[in-house]
């Protein structure tokens, strides 16, 4: 049976509690207890100081993570907006559905982190060119916006 004095099984309890959904019995099966261990002895090994600071050290590195994948993401897209702004404003249908969606899923991202979320407005019954085209021109708004909002690294 591991020792949770030992630094290796106190790293090994926190990367499995972290990554397979926080399940306490799990973690300490994964590393080697035995189930009967796991089933009365986990919140002993988790309330382990050693424990507790290393799932608080993942759970940082997590969150920086998050935080750029967050950032390369929004970038990612405010360069697709970009590219398809041209062929949205010339009228192509396909061009202002895929900004659409884009800017959707940029208001998703933005809800996800805590940011203040932007309302999109989809209430269009009979999508049109035209329709489609004085909503695009009426959300253009939304990638200033996204680019005013603090992305995580900056408050660092």
Do not use: W
């Not at 926190?14 to 397979?20: G, K, L, M, Y």
Request: proline fraction near 2%; charge should be positive.
């Amino acid at each position: 049976m591991p020792s949770i004095k030992d630094q290796s099984t106190v790293e090994a309890v926190a990367r499995e509690f972290t990554s397979n959904g926080r399940n306490k019995e799990n973690a300490l099966k994964s590393v080697g207890y035995s189930k009967n261990y796991a089933e009365h002895r986990a919140d002993c090994v988790l309330s382990n100081v050693g424990v507790k600071q290393a799932i608080a050290r993942i759970d940082a590195k997590s969150e920086q993570k998050l935080e750029f994948d967050r950032d390369i993401a929004i970038k990612e897209h405010n360069a697709d907006l970009l590219r398809l702004q041209p062929k949205a404003e010339s009228g192509d249908v396909l061009a202002i559905r895929a900004r659409t969606a884009i800017l959707h899923e940029l208001a998703s991202i933005s809800s996800l982190h805590g940011q203040q979320p932007i309302k999109i407005e989809t209430d269009v019954k009979h999508s049109t060119a035209a329709n489609e085209q004085a909503l695009l021109r009426k959300r253009m708004g939304l990638l200033e916006r996204m680019g005013q909002q603090a992305s995580g690294i900056e408050r660092n």
